[in-house]
């Protein structure tokens, strides 16, 4: 980058020219100085900091010794570039503002030699003093300038990696509440044929009864008492009120969120994935819940965790599957160990194969088939527990079948469970 300087140093020449007349020893320093300069710039590498600091002192004093001679070749103190010592170290600031050591040490060097120069030609140390002050105060004033063009440059640069920053933060939420969102989308359908049947029954009688009501008012004379119609009524009315839960409960889960985690209780958590497994398990399984009333809270983002619970509830039911209802069991169970919230998932099905085990929480692992399993709900389920610093493990239960536990740090301060 620094290569334009050594052309721009030859042509200068010209000035020499017209300052003092053609002068070959003023030619032969300016090839120094410009061969000095082009050679460091080519081995100056510009992405190591010690390199760049390198080759800015190497050039400064060749530029500096090399402004002396000139000086001196061009009639010393008397001379017309004399005047123009003060300016060498303000115009190296300039060229190398990345660091303070270009204006020292040319404001050394130019200060001494113009020192050195006046003391030899006998002048008087007030004159001596006088130009010494200048050039110092101008090489303070280049340091000074640099410094504060260093620290904007620096700020620019903060202020541009933070952006970068957060940009790159606010895609990893969005990719990540994508993932979470269809994985959700994913447990609901595979939920979908319960739901469906769920639906079909309450729609099933809701039509009957329609119909059977529809006989009765119109029948002369009518059959029925008002006490029958009252009953009829009321069937219907509960079955519109069942859809209306289960659609709303379904909604409820889908919608994404971006809470951020709040004091929970236990036992609403647990309903809200009850209340949408139950649609799944009660095929399958008989489902018990046995949350103690003084369980603390835990902090956590309701929904997710809410979410993580029916994952682990619809695995427990496809697993109970093959084996029928009869005696098959779901548990969910609540406790409090130490400054710990413990809930475990467990049911009396086949439990983990040895080679399952170790894999379980691997994405995209699964065993039940494309059509059926996606792999991710174990290790989103994981990934979202420890976002509320709780921790996820299976394990195989004595008496037969699988067991996750998941613990967590209560969201309060623990209260004695009783
Ligand atoms: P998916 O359910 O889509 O297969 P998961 O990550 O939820 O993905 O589960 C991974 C695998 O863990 C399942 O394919 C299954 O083999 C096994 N698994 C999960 N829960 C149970 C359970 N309760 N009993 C037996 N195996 C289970």
Redesign the pocket.
Known sequence: MLLWLAPSLLSQYVLDVLAVGPELRMLAIRCVWALAVALSALRMDEHSAPSMRLHTAFQCTVGSLCFIALVLVSGGCDGVYFQFFPCLPLLLCLIYPQDSLSATISGVLCGAGAAVMLWMAGRPPSQVLLWVGVVVTVTLVGAYGASEFRKAQRAENEGRLERARREALESLAISERRRTHSEKLATIGQLAASVMHEINNPVAFIGANLDYLEREVLAEPREATREDLAEVFRETRMGVERVRQIIGDLRGFSRMDTEEPTECAVADVVSDAVRIARLRLHHVARLEVDIPEALPPVLAVRRRLAQVLL?LLV??G??LEARGRDGSEVRIIGAQEGGRVVLRVE?N????PPH?LPR?FETF????GPEK???????LSRELVEQCGGTLVAENREEGG?RLRLEFPVGSPVKAAS
């Open positions: 994952n695995n427990a496809d697993a049911d099905g086949p439990g983990f399952v379980l692992f699964t065993t039940k399993g996606t792999g991710l709900g174990l290790a699988a």
